[in-house]
């Protein structure tokens, strides 16, 4: 399996995965999204592999509104699946 490299934007949540040896792109998708987008103070994005899968978690984050997270399974180039979605959860403690 080589060894990947993922990241995703701070507004809009793409998420780009790209091969560290070859420096090509290996998948292109858009992660977890909030129905509201951010508020006044912003929110953020954030992008993790669990350890030792080809699962990559995805979380959406408005500091004043909700957040979002889904999981997906990235072991196929270019196949991206979502294998779990959590309902956006809304409010702020």
């Not at 560290?20 to 992008?47: C, D, M, N, P, S």
């Not at 500091?63 to 180039?77: F, H, L, N, R």
Request: proline share 2%; glycine share 4%.
């Amino acid at each position: 399996m080589p060894t990947l490299l993922a990241w995703s934007s701070s507004r809009q949540n793409n998420i780009s995965i790209i091969e560290l040896e070859t420096k090509k792109q290996y998948a292109y998708f858009e992660g977890a999204q909030l129905r509201q987008k951010f508020a006044i103070r912003g929110g953020w994005t954030h992008v993790k592999e669990i350890p030792n899968t080809r699962l990559l978690v995805s979380l959406n984050h408005d500091d004043e509104v909700s957040a979002s997270m889904e999981v997906y399974d990235i072991s196929k180039q270019d196949q991206v699946q979502k294998i779990y979605s959590f309902e956006e959860i809304r409010g702020c403690k």
